[in-house]
């Protein structure tokens, strides 16, 4: 299994930026499938998740309605659209994938599967 996050970089304060997940290994649409990042010095935090079933979504408040998680079934990839980001928002980002209950999906320690994490620098 490979999760494949790319996208990252250097975004002005306001802008977007998209990050993608490319699985290889394991079916997107299979798994729910989650977006995490983790800042220096601080613990790794949920951001955003997308359910196997129905496609349902999730986001941590801080996050809520400036990023959109979406899928491509066809692609077996995950996106994460970050609109308007804040310099709070700098981070290294990772993707994930678990089979994990539903109730469980914002806990880090339930997803088996890891990408290599994509640093994004959002700059004031």
């Known amino acids: 299994v490979q999760l494949q996050a790319c996208g990252g970089g250097l975004v002005q304060a306001g802008g977007s930026l998209r990050l993608s997940c490319a699985a290889s290994g394991l079916t997107v649409s299979r798994h729910h499938m989650g977006w995490f990042r983790q800042a220096p010095g601080k613990e790794r935090d949920f951001v955003a998740v997308?359910?196997?079933?129905?496609?349902?979504?999730s986001y941590a408040d801080s996050v809520k309605g400036r990023f959109t998680i979406s899928r491509d079934n066809a692609k077996n990839t995950v996106y994460l659209q970050m609109n308007i980001p804040k310099p709070e928002d700098t981070a290294v980002y990772y993707c994930?994938?678990?089979?994990?209950?539903?109730?469980?999906?914002?806990?880090?320690?339930?997803?088996?599967?890891w990408g290599q994490g994509t640093l994004v620098t959002v700059s004031s």
């Open positions: 997308i359910t196997w079933s129905g496609g349902r979504t």
């Open positions: 994930a994938a678990t089979r994990a209950v539903i109730s469980s999906i914002r806990n880090p320690g339930m997803y088996g599967f």
